[in-house]
């Protein structure tokens, strides 16, 4: 005798719990790094607070790293929940993309902070000015720009499906582009504001789509 089973739809954990464990681990690693040396930074001036500040440094990576895993977490369930909700478009796919993209651009970050507290000692400042940019550079522009079409992967289907409040869709489209534009800090420091804009712009709108986005069609609005 067999017994025929219909599988319901899944819609994937709470997206509340990630978006939070994302945005207290982002918010620990600003603290953190608040007192560290920035892009334009000597190579002596590095190397000295890695040297200095190596306990610290580990305590940054971690954070850093960490953020990573609840962030991949939560573009994958939002993918998962869209299509629950009948989202088809490609904004979904390129969501997930931008999300498992700025995911692995954290971790890669946190590494590389790692990697400098285990070399301070080493005496080479080229070195750790080196280890010092490339967590910049991975961990900001690399970071908001994929981040960015996390966001916007879901601001455009939720804006033209009534997914979301009207307002939260256009103020992930303002967030999204902001961290895009990031982009060309990498051509002028006049525009790293950008990076944190989309950085905590970007916190603060996933804990709010994670809270209003409906789990399914029947609470869609």
């Known amino acids: 005798m067999t017994t025929t089973t219909r599988a319901r739809p899944q819609g994937g954990p709470p997206l509340l719990a990630p978006a939070l ?12 790094g608040a007192t560290g040396t920035r892009p334009d930074s000597t190579a002596a001036e590095v190397s000295a607070y890695d040297l200095g500040h190596r ?39 390129i969501g997930l993309a931008g999300g498992v993209l ?17 070399t301070a000692d080493a005496g080479a400042p ?29 601001a455009v289907p939720a804006l033209f499906l009534g997914l979301l409040p009207r307002w939260v869709s256009i103020a992930g489209l303002v967030i999204a582009s902001a961290a895009v534009l990031a982009t ?30 409906p789990r399914d069609r029947h609470r869609a609005r």
């Open 102 to 118: 700025a995911a692995a651009a954290l971790a890669i970050s946190g590494l590389a902070t790692w990697t400098a507290a285990q």
């Open 126 to 154: 080229a070195l750790s000015r080196a280890l010092t940019s490339f967590a910049f550079a991975t961990g900001g522009p690399g970071f908001v720009v994929p981040l960015a079409l996390l966001i916007a992967g879901l």
């Open 55 to 93: 306990g610290l440094l580990d305590l940054l990576a971690f954070t850093v790293f960490g953020a990573s895993i609840p962030l991949a977490i939560w573009a994958a369930t939002v993918y998962r929940r869209q299509r629950k909700l009948g989202v088809t478009a490609p904004g979904a796919a």
């Open 184 to 213: 060309f800090s990498l051509l002028t420091p006049a525009l790293y504001p950008l990076i944190p804009i989309g950085r905590f712009g970007g916190v603060i709108w996933l804990v709010l789509a994670g809270v209003l986005l």
């Open 21 to 32: 464990a994302f945005g207290v681990l982002t918010i620990a690693s600003a603290v953190l």
